[in-house]
């Protein structure tokens, strides 16, 4: 209520990017959010579960593009994320894309963005996961991208060891050159050049489909290569590509609340047709429990977000986590594990 209130009304007074530069600057201080955590994190093994062999408090991971540079790792830890997703790292520094390049729709509860892979590059990442000198984070992913195959075999390479697990991001529609990746036998090529760089789990972010059932089709071919290539799983999906006059570039990527039908939608299909896939994350308009056990329920294994975090604040992940409860506990669900079943699909 006081986020609601208070905190996001004058968030809203600035300049979106002023804001998220605000809250990266207060989130980048470990001791105030250490003390937050120990006020409101509760461990519930009903949440507990696994993705690919690692152990994850609960299924609801932040989404990649907050922390790009990995450098708020610890307190967001302490806002009691499952597993934190970071980057989209590339391998050398660069800028992204000139301003403005990120924009709020208050009332769609909404993020339109054309930031373009600002990014401190691949060495200041690792220097910052480094600098964890304690065991206190959730288990992070990182996002990596690039253009060429070469470069991202370097950053997967570089990467790794620091990391629990490695996304792929094939998908932004802020990078025109990712489209290379969705030529099947491009994808095939890549995945197969990572997958013998790296032991660790390996999930490949696809683009959203929108509307017509060939673009699910389509997305669904990648999923297809994405698994025979040797990849442990897939993220459903990046923001939808959209246009708009306001933004540096003329266009850009829509996340939050709008995206949430066609992430069901998705999940939905995909679990039903790719029996053989481990991994699934519904990423795209996740803000409550009830949308996290709709996504576990449609065939996913977790649910990644990030526009809820903007809209919801600081206590969103326990709060949604109370809801999750709250709605097992009335469906008679135990663990989150048992949320999805083959019967469930459909409903
Ligand atoms: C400002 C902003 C930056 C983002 N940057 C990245 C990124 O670097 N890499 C990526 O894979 N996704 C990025 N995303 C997409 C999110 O990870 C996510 O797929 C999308 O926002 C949908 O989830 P949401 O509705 O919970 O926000 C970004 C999203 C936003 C709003």
Redesign the pocket.
């Known amino acids: 209520m006081l986020y609601r209130n208070l905190i996001l009304r004058l968030l809203l007074f600035l300049p979106p990017e002023t804001a998220q530069n605000l809250a990266e600057t207060i989130l980048r201080f470990n001791s105030p959010w250490i003390l937050f955590g120990n006020y409101i994190n509760s461990d519930n093994p009903q949440l507990n579960t696994e993705i690919s062999g690692i152990s994850i408090s609960s299924p609801i991971g932040l989404?990649?593009?907050f922390d790009?540079d990995f450098r708020m790792l610890r307190a967001l830890s302490e806002l009691d994320f499952g597993y934190i997703t970071a980057?989209?790292v590339v391998l050398d520094p660069q800028p992204g894309h000139p301003k403005p390049r990120?924009l709020r729709d208050v009332d769609q509860k909404a993020?339109l963005?054309c930031?373009g892979?600002p990014s401190k590059g691949i060495k200041y990442a690792i220097e910052s996961l480094k600098s964890l000198n304690d065991s206190k984070v959730s288990p992070v992913f990182g996002?990596i991208s690039g253009t060429d195959i070469t470069s991202m075999q370097k950053s997967c390479a570089q990467l790794s060891p620091f990391v629990s697990g490695l996304?792929v991001?094939i998908?932004?529609p802020n990078t025109s050159g990712l489209k290379t990746f969705h030529d099947s036998g491009k994808l095939s090529e890549m995945i197969n050049a990572i997958r013998d760089l790296t032991e660790k789990p390996l999930i490949i972010?696809l683009p959203p489909h929108i509307d017509e059932l060939h673009e699910i089709e389509d997305s669904f071919k990648l999923a297809r290569i994405c698994i025979d290539s040797g990849a442990d799983g897939i993220t459903l999906?990046?923001?939808h590509p959209t246009i708009d006059p306001r933004l540096s570039v003329g266009q850009g990527?829509l996340?939050?609340a709008p995206?949430l039908k066609s992430t069901l939608q998705m999940v939905s299909y995909f679990r039903s047709h790719l029996g053989d896939i481990p991994i699934i994350n519904a990423?795209?308009?996740?803000f409550t429990g009830d949308d996290v056990f709709s996504a576990l329920r449609a065939g996913a294994n977790t649910a990644?977000?990030?526009?809820?975090l903007v809209y919801r604040g600081p206590l969103a992940i326990r709060q949604i986590k109370r809801e999750l409860l709250t709605r097992m506990r009335r469906e008679g669900i135990g663990n989150v594990a048992d949320i999805y079943s083959v019967d469930s699909i459909s409903s």
Do not use: P
Not at 283 to 286: K, V
Not at 304 to 308: D, E, N, R, V
């Open positions: 989404a990649a593009g790009k980057g989209t990120l993020i963005n930031m892979f996002s996304e991001n998908s932004s972010k999906a990046n923001s990527g996340s939050g995206l990423c795209g308009g996740i990644q977000l990030y526009t809820a």
